[in-house]
T-cell receptor, first 116, second 115 residues
């Protein structure tokens, strides 16, 4: 079974702080993704990566950056946290390397982040 | 632009009955994939079922099946014999070539199963 582990289930930070959300997968997947989930909006893609040290902007990258130094780990960084970044953050991974239409994504349990 | 629409914010169903969750999509691509995910209150997203645009048969996985109507651009999820554990959010999603193989998600439908 694929396991995607997010470092925290709940996180509370202050405005202006630099926040790190960590995600690790154990199935040697090339592809990793960060989404945020808000009521009524579904999941929106922040950043994704198809390989180590590679990153691509998703639909809402503003205010975020990512790091992928190792294949199994994909970190989401909030450079200077703001209250409008309070949300549920979901990490996902998938296989294979080449983009495909039929491979499902495997998700972590999510991190509920509150910015005060 | 590609879009997924789930028009039912919430649905109620009696235990042991069947329920249909609606999903329509918009894409100009001929080749695309459609997914359904379940999200229990615990938070993790669980992949349920997949339908390819060229699949001639409706997809089925246990109690889950899809009513795929390509001309109408709809892919409704049917859950048969509902169980209390089916209470969750359900998301429809699509991936197409034009979208750079990114997956786009609908807003979700919250299903409540009544005992």
């Amino acid at each position: 079974d694929v396991k995607v582990t997010q470092s925290s289930r709940y996180l509370v930070k202050r405005t202006g702080e630099k926040v790190f959300l960590e995600c690790v997968q154990d199935m040697d997947h090339e592809n990793m993704f960060w989404y945020r989930q808000d009521p009524g909006l579904g999941l929106r893609l922040i950043y994704f990566s198809y390989d180590v040290k590679m990153k691509e902007k998703g639909d809402i990258p503003e205010g975020y950056s990512v790091s992928r130094e190792k294949k199994e780990r994909f970190s989401l960084i909030l450079e200077s946290a703001s209250t409008n970044q309070t949300s549920m953050y979901l990490c996902a991974s998938s296989f294979p390397h080449a983009p495909s239409l039929n491979q499902p994504q495997h998700f972590g349990d999510g991190t509920r982040l509150s910015i005060l | 632009a590609q879009k997924i629409t789930q028009t039912q914010p919430g649905m109620f169903v009696q235990e042991k009955e069947a329920v249909t969750l609606d999903c329509t999509y918009d894409t100009s691509d001929q080749s695309y994939g459609l997914f359904w995910y379940k999200q229990p209150s615990s938070g993790e997203m669980i992949f349920l079922i997949y339908q390819g645009s060229y699949d001639e048969q409706n997809a089925t996985e246990g109690r889950y099946s899809l009513n795929f109507q390509k001309a109408r651009k709809s892919t409704n999820l049917v859950i048969s014999a509902s169980q209390l554990g089916d209470s969750a959010m359900y998301f429809c999603a699509m991936r197409a070539v034009t979208g750079g193989f990114k997956t786009i998600f609908g807003a979700g439908t919250r299903l409540f199963v009544k005992a």
